[in-house]
């Protein structure tokens, strides 16, 4: 057998790292993607969700920082920096203002495009590796006799001739955007099922640069998030990035979409159900025209229980499953959906022909979590569009209940922060020292309350200082 060769479709954050897995057990791997990769730190034109705030979650800052060493070191000369996202950023919730406490987590701040720009850095110092830009796959190459995929077909000339990239797995990581239903389709393969959970949502964003200096009763120095309640249709994040930038998006639900002009994108700050996020851009500089998105879903593509086979091909990541990006799961899911893909290279010899199938079980079980936690919490509203399964009616109104509880509840709080940040598994929800004080503070608040403390709920307009919080000083500004 000659030397083997892997092809991903697609460069961004889950084709990088799958590729950096599959450099491990191959002999060449080749990513294909049809933009041109910046030279500097900018957005691509091919990612139009790139523009708005995305976070990094300790579970996947932990990630590629394995799968990718240097990571976090190149982050930081690059202008990233950390902090301690319950100490140091302040939240809105439904049921009030979060409270503050030392987690000792380590939250990066930095854009997406920075972050990107690190694993895309480090990805092509692999020796065994070749990054294509601007190559537009536009289908699979299958061997008829098998339904084996064995290529990639690309551009070739004039006339729309195509030729064929040879690879004996092919891995499609070109996000929710993905053509491989498509493909699959025209080579008369039937393609997996789809479940799509539709907030109806868009976004609109704006970069801003800081003030050179904090009034002093702000304690906060990394973000403000004013998230919505369940009868709210509009929440908004503002985040410090890298050289004293700030980045803010608004989310509308339910079609209640942003504005998009920018004197309208800035009164609608005021409508918002703390006037903190307005007050903070009122002594910052627009740096940015408002950007807008509004092909925002949740779509997982059930390969793992497709009953067609094509061997020696799979999907990964955001291909496979996608998510409200509200939630912040995109890059971190990304990733571990690469380190499962070495587990099951681990198991399995790159060719064999059990691979894609053992892999999309395996991916199954790794999206479970992100994907309750956010097609999952993005159900609990009315005009979210999808089917309302009786266990995710029960989880959501489980999670009403430990959102009341972690106001007064450091051991549920720190559960609540640790879950959402995929360190701990979701069952940790369920063990039964959380469970009780749960069920405590329901017992308290009052069952049939529980929607109508959410809704009703009077807060203070700005967070006060926690009387035992130790003033946090911001890290120094780098120069833009």
């Known amino acids: 057998m000659g030397p083997t060769h892997a092809v991903v479709i697609g460069g961004s954050f889950s084709g990088l790292a799958a590729g950096r897995v599959l450099s491990e057990f191959f002999d060449r791997v080749t990513v294909l993607d049809r933009d ?3 030279e500097r730190i900018e957005d691509r034109a091919g990612v139009p969700q790139a523009r708005h705030v995305h976070g990094l979650l300790v579970r996947g800052l932990i990630e590629y920082q394995k799968l990718f060493p240097g990571f976090e070191r190149l982050a930081v000369d690059k202008g990233a920096t950390f902090h301690d996202h319950t100490l140091d950023f302040v939240v809105l919730r439904p049921q009030g203002w979060q409270s503050r406490y030392r987690s000792d987590l380590k939250f990066l701040s930095a854009s997406r495009e920075l972050i990107e720009s690190c694993v895309r850095e480090l990805f092509r ?3 065994n590796v070749e990054l294509r830009e601007r190559t537009a796959v536009t289908g699979l190459r299958l061997d008829a006799n098998s339904q084996q995929c064995v290529g990639v077909l690309v551009p070739s000339g004039p006339r729309g001739r195509t030729e064929t990239i040879e690879a004996d797995l092919v891995v499609d990581a070109t996000g929710s955007v993905s053509r491989a239903p498509m493909w699959l389709e025209q080579a008369g393969i039937p393609p997996p099922r789809e479940t799509v959970v539709d907030p109806l949502a868009g976004y609109a964003s704006r970069w801003f640069q800081g003030p050179a200096r904090w009034p002093d009763d702000w304690w906060w120095w990394a973000g403000a998030y004013i998230r919505r309640r369940p009868d709210d249709l509009v929440e908004a994040n503002f985040q410090l990035k890298e050289h004293n930038r700030w980045h803010l998006t608004l989310s509308g639900f339910n079609r209640q979409y942003p504005p998009t002009r920018e004197s309208d994108f800035m ?6 159900r703390s006037p903190l996020i307005a007050e903070m851009a009122r002594l910052m500089e627009p740096i940015s025209p408002v950007y807008a998105n509004r092909a925002i879903h949740n779509r997982w593509r059930h390969y793992e229980s497709w009953k067609q086979r094509c061997g ?3 999907a990964i990541g955001d291909a496979y499953v996608t998510y409200n990006p509200v939630y912040a799961q995109g890059m971190t899911a990304a990733v571990l959906s690469a380190q499962m893909l070495r587990s099951c290279l681990n198991r399995h010899d790159p060719l064999d022909p059990a691979l894609p199938r053992a892999y999309h079980l395996s991916q199954a079980v790794i999206q479970h979590d992100p994907w309750m936690l956010s097609a999952g919490v993005d159900l609990r509203f009315p005009f979210t569009t999808g089917e309302r399964p009786l266990p995710i009616r029960l989880f959501n109104l ?3 209940g430990i959102g009341l509880a972690a106001r007064e509840d450091p051991a549920v709080r720190r559960s609540l922060v640790e879950v959402a940040q995929l360190i701990r598994p979701l069952s940790d929800f369920f063990h039964a020292g959380i469970a ?3 069920g405590l ?3 308290r608040t009052g069952l049939r309350q529980v929607k109508a403390t959410l809704r009703r709920q009077e807060v203070a307009p700005v967070p006060p200082m926690p009387p ?6 911001a890290p120094p500004i780098a120069a833009a």
């Open 36 to 38: 041109k990769f910046p």
């Open 125 to 127: 110092q692999i020796p």
């Open 267 to 272: 009164a609608s700050l005021r409508s918002l």
């Open 312 to 314: 020696g091909f799979i």
């Open 398 to 400: 489980y999670l009403d």
């Open 436 to 438: 009780a004080r749960v």
């Open 441 to 443: 503070a329901a017992f």
């Open 468 to 473: 035992t919080a130790t003033r946090v000083d």
